[in-house]
């Protein structure tokens, strides 16, 4: 995802271009930064698989401290994540909530072909949390930094939850990392150069934002101060050694085409190249690299309601 450049903006109310993937024209044919999340349906299904060990583990240790009777999954995309909780809670009434009916749709699909328990509900974030309904955990995975006033996000969601209910904020973690720092073509050290681009990008994104507000992102902070107790974060391991197993090259494969899309602007010429060739084809791919691995870190950050 980027910012369209000047030119594209004054061409973006002609018919003659189509919105590069991930943007999308409004009605006056005005292009503007919101995400289509409907267009990454597969990218979310093969990034939540990928990662999927962090979830497991991270409901792992939120089972010690709560049995939920209702769980909502905020922002739960295709569901990958409100399966697992539902897996991890069959007693639970686990509810997928997301702003795209087509996202929820595929998240019940999931949840048929796995055979758990899960209803869906569309609401739009932030204006919809206050007619959520109360719960007993609520996880929200990489969500509220596509809401502008995080703070105000964090707070609307504990009034969520019922008392000794747990709020789960998964944000933030290391870097993912896929390559040897050289991979035999390109400058060495492409994927730091891509962290740095997308931390542009990031600060972009949200400074777009409805009500963008900036806020210190300490989120055990922002719990407390929206009247949780026992706010702290952990982190957990996502490892997955070279050769990277077929199934999850995919992820792979759509980190690097976004980067190579969304960041053509901020990356050098032979970054642009390097990236080509990792996903063109032949040798040298992401798909056939002996070399690929898959390595980061998720942090959860949770409370309690007292
Ligand atoms: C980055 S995805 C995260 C999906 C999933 N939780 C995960 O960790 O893989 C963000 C999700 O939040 C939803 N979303 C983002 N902004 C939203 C908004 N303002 N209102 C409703 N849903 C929104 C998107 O539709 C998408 O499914």
Redesign the pocket.
């Known amino acids: 995802m980027r910012t369209l450049t000047a030119g594209e903006y004054r061409l973006a109310g002609s018919a003659r271009i189509v919105a590069p993937r991930g943007l999308r024209w409004d009605r006056r044919g005005m292009a503007h930064t919101d995400?289509d999340?409907?267009s990454?349906a597969d990218r979310?299904t093969t990034?939540?698989e990928a990662?999927l060990p962090f979830?497991t583990a991270a409901a792992q240790d939120i089972a010690a401290r709560v049995t939920p009777r209702r769980i909502l999954?905020?922002?739960?995309?295709?569901g990958?994540?409100a399966c697992v909780l539902a897996q991890r809670f069959p007693d639970a009434e686990v509810v997928a909530?997301?702003?795209?009916a087509e996202?929820l749709r595929r998240a019940g699909e999931r949840a048929d072909r796995i055979g758990v328990r899960l209803t869906t509900r569309v609401?739009?974030?932030?204006?919809?949390f206050a007619e959520l309904p109360e719960a007993d955990l609520i996880?929200?995975?990489?969500?509220l930094h596509?809401?502008g006033d995080q703070a105000a996000a964090v707070a609307a969601l504990a009034k969520r939850l019922r008392r000794g209910g747990v709020l789960a904020v998964?944000e933030g973690g290391l870097p993912t990392r896929f390559l040897p720092r050289d991979i035999g073509f390109g400058r060495p050290g492409i994927e730091s150069r891509i962290d740095a681009a997308t931390t542009i990008w990031f600060a972009r994104m949200r400074a777009e934002l409805p009500h963008a507000a900036t806020v210190v992102e300490d989120w055990p902070a922002m719990l407390s101060a929206a009247g949780l107790a026992g706010a702290g974060s952990r982190s957990f391991l996502v490892d997955r050694p070279a050769p990277l197993a077929p199934e999850y090259r995919g992820f792979v494969r759509g980190q690097f085409e976004r980067a190579a899309e969304a960041l053509a602007d901020d990356l050098d010429a032979d970054d642009r190249a390097t990236l080509g060739r990792l996903t063109g084809e032949g040798p040298g791919t992401v798909d056939t690299r002996p070399d690929v691995y898959l390595l980061t870190a998720r942090t959860v950050h949770t409370a309690t309601r007292p």
């Open positions: 995400l999340w409907n990454m979310l990034e939540g990662l979830v999954d905020v922002g739960a995309g295709p990958v994540a909530v997301d702003g795209s996202l609401a739009e974030f932030p204006g919809d996880w929200t995975s990489h969500v596509h809401v998964a």
